[in-house]
């Protein structure tokens, strides 16, 4: 590996205080997996009874560890639960022996806490092709079972990073009939990384009773518009993968009409979600894409994906260049319905071009002095409809390639 | 605009030798659209019956010069034709204003060559969103005529670059019955430019005689394995452009049966499709993507692209890093067929991954010295069916970053 990257200049000032979910503990440990002097597996134990949802990278070349969660996750909440979780290794493309090291982890976790393997959840993340000596991760989960706490969620979102500069995390409380239920969740990506290829890892948790049915589909619609509308560079990973465990501690119910749960969730995936860009791999503009007048949603969000995954438009926004005209192709090129002479677009507050052309209100030198801020905004109006579609990327950078283009060693 | 970008070290020794083309005479000149000290605008003149067949970009905010062109290419070879090439402005998303002037242009040309405005055929490459200043342009066309010359070929190759660091250009003979036809193409294009979004555009000119549809069907068909088998960024142009001119003057029929002629009409195509490759923006590596065993060869081609556009694949090239590991990732993120245990990969005729695991004969440092050639070669086999592809790209290095995150001046 090269030289430890330094902290994104878009990361927040520090880890939030999050809220404690009654019903989790959790414990780190550095097993040595690959990383030397740092924690790299995470334990995270569950109640009796809690429910668990899942939304998982849709690539053909999936890692074991997905392939299992896939398996399991529609399961009835039968007994008690946990996810364990290792970075440097990613335990991705190592054949039958990576289905046999995620046996052999979620086997021995079961024991451990005398609950079934059907229900232990399990992410790898780091180096792929190499085979996950998961010896060392079982040689510890006696001593990761002692030190089991409700209060140690910040060690367990360093434990699961790679090349992140910064841990990430995100919680709220939500008022239902005056009573109070919490949620917290953590996250590790920065899109890929040197020396190798990483994942987005979500978890997120709440001590809200909620049926396995109804969380698993509020937590695919929220899915829509938070973590399938960020990206940092087009990649997918081989081992994406956003777990939602609610355990029903608090006692509290929630069903599918309880809008205000529905939006305290939304709230802390899409801030996870938010925090993975800040993290993008040599990031230094966080830059939101809105698109509006669409055909159709579905095609809104075609077109917010082909401007947010330009080339052109994140180096033209690392070098503060208000370039609309790679706007226009990034439209053309997209595939979705447009038609350029309805076309117009904003940096910001700014309306650089209408109904396809120049517009008349074009200052250079405004749109260059916002190009400078930190936070960019391209909204495009197509003037066909209403379909909308809200994407988050970052910049294009020479960190970028410094990060992938070094050799492994 | 930045400084001149320098020659890419992927560039050929020089300009090659082409032969002449019977009923083709170019001329240009320095008419100061935009740039200062060089030509920017070339003159075509065609024989009358030549036939003209054209492949354009298929962006939904093409600029009005490609729709010109669309309109007119099918119509039957009545009288003389001509081809108008201005650098420096693209005339794209220039509103009702961007057509006026491909009608200027167009119109001014076929008054002085004595021929229809149907039959001259216009491109505009370079900045986009301002209008062209077209009076620059038919200002000089009496001069351009009177400087009509069939040795001018290279000259025009000149006239027609952005941002390309060196002139494309490649030619063959045909032996048809004895008989020896002629073909010889110019083209230009790095991807995108500084200060602004470019072109690839295409100009290949024959003498033999081809009826406009045998003509069209060849250039579609062979299209489909040149140049959309390139990528530079992925980024689409509004303005990419093709045009073949059959002259007939040599008098040699060509039908579809031709098997000899397509061939080297096939060799001219790619080698100018390779040149624009490798003078791709910040390129130091001509890459091969060659996928074999796809359930289709559409297939073949969707994973073929998807790993040729992969930002993590094309900094490991730079980076001179075998990172197989991201040729995994982007199989498995293109959303074509794959099964992850049948996929093997090689990095030229070394194996590095066998049926979904690396290869038992893997050798990191035979594998690392591969990869500090100047041309690679990465060959995914997928195991499933007949399906082939083979799509060519370059490196994506801090060259790209440097001419891209210029601010324009």
């Not at 998982?56 to 896939?70: K, P």
């Not at 939500?174 to 040197?194: F, L, P, R, Y």
């Not at 973590?227 to 956003?242: A, E, K, Y």
């Not at 979705?336 to 209100?361: K, N, T, Y």
Request: aromatic share 6%; hydrophobic share 40%.
């Amino acid at each position: 590996m090269g030289a430890k990257p330094p902290l994104s200049p878009l990361a927040p000032a520090g880890f939030p205080e999050l809220p404690e979910i009654a019903g989790v503990s959790f414990a780190t440990t550095a097993a040595g997996v690959r990383y030397k002097d740092r924690t790299d597996v995470m334990l995270a134990n569950l109640a009796p009874g809690t429910a668990m949802a899942g939304v998982f990278t849709r690539s053909a070349t999936r890692s074991a560890a997905v392939l299992d969660c896939q398996e399991k996750i529609g399961d009835a909440p039968v007994g008690g639960a946990a996810i364990l979780v290792n970075s440097g290794n990613a335990n991705a493309f190592t054949g039958r022996r990576g289905a046999e090291s995620v046996e052999a982890v979620t086997g021995a976790v079961a024991e451990t806490l005398g609950i079934s393997a059907t229900r232990v959840f399990s992410s790898s993340t780091g180096v792929i092709g190499e085979p996950l000596a998961h010896d060392r991760i079982t040689a510890c989960l006696d001593d990761l079972k002692s030190a089991l706490s409700p209060h140690a969620i910040e060690t367990a979102a360093h434990a699961i990073m790679t090349t992140d500069t910064f841990p990430k995390g995100s919680g709220t409380t939500v008022t239902i009939d005056e009573q109070t239920v919490h949620i917290a969740g953590i996250a590790k990506g920065s899109g890929m990384i040197a020396p190798d290829m990483a994942t987005m890892l979500v978890y997120i948790f709440t001590d809200a009773a909620i049926e396995q049915d109804i969380l698993q589909d509020m937590v695919s619609a929220l899915n829509r518009t938070t973590f399938n509308c960020i990206t940092v560079d087009s990649d997918t990973s081989t081992s994406d993968t956003l777990l939602v465990a609610a355990t029903g501690a608090s006692g509290i119910r929630v069903t599918e009409t309880n809008v205000g749960f529905m939006e305290g969730l939304r709230r802390v995936m899409l801030d996870l979600a938010h925090q993975v860009v800040r993290d993008g791999e040599g990031a230094t503009k966080f830059v939101e894409v809105s698109v509006t007048g669409g055909a159709s949603d579905a095609e809104a969000h075609v077109h917010a994906k082909s401007i947010a995954n330009s080339p052109l438009i994140k180096t033209a926004v690392a070098g503060e260049d208000p370039n609309w005209g790679r706007v226009v192709m990034a439209v053309g090129k997209s595939g979705a319905r447009a038609d350029r002479d309805r076309l117009s677009i904003w940096f910001g507050d700014l309306e650089v071009a209408r109904e396809g052309f120049v517009s008349p209100d074009y200052d250079e030198a405004r749109a260059a002095a916002y190009m400078k801020n930190e936070d960019i905004v391209i909204h495009v109006d197509l003037g066909l409809g209403g379909g909308t579609a809200r994407v988050w990327t970052c910049d294009l950078t020479h960190g970028y390639i410094d990060i992938n283009a070094d050799y492994r060693s």
